[in-house]
């Protein structure tokens, strides 16, 4: 057994993706409107959520998109404590899986419950934020 381990250091790693959106480029224009769309398979009829470029059930590539609603029921959540550095700024935040009405279900930052008000069951809506650059996200916030 070796007496002298050796050292590692640490060091911050920054990653840039470059993820093509072209095959998907509707979910984020229905987004900044307040919508929340996927894909639904032409072949097998499977709904994704988030929207796929390729049906994940039999592969298909051909698709429509399918308007999944606003309204959502809190499935589960846990409240963040301690955040990762990415988040540090936010403080501790609230995330949820609520089930959409088309009976997906999706995950997403609860925004604007206090805390001790969070429970199962809960009625919720999606909402459209606007992460800069023209980037949109979705979170869900108390019905």
């Not at 007496?3 to 979910?27: C, G, V, Y």
């Not at 097998?44 to 590539?61: E, H, I, L, T, Y």
């Not at 999944?68 to 550095?85: I, K, N, S, Y």
């Amino acid at each position: 057994m070796d007496e002298n381990p050796q050292l590692h250091s640490r060091r911050t790693l920054n990653l840039r993706f470059d993820i093509p959106i072209s095959k998907t480029q509707e979910f984020w224009e229905a987004l900044k409107k307040g919508k929340l769309v996927s894909t639904k398979c032409m072949k097998c009829g499977n709904v994704s959520f988030p929207p796929q470029a390729d049906c994940p059930k039999c592969m298909g590539g051909e698709f429509e998109w399918v308007d999944l609603g606003t309204d959502a029921t809190l499935v589960t959540f846990t409240h963040v404590r301690v955040t990762p550095a990415s988040f540090a700024a936010n403080g501790p935040y609230t995330i949820a899986i609520a089930e959409l009405e088309s009976g997906l279900k999706a995950l997403a930052w609860l925004e604007g419950a206090e805390q001790q008000s969070v429970k199962p069951g809960m009625k919720l809506k999606v909402a459209a934020r606007d992460g800069g650059e023209g980037n949109p996200y979705y979170v869900f916030v108390p019905a």
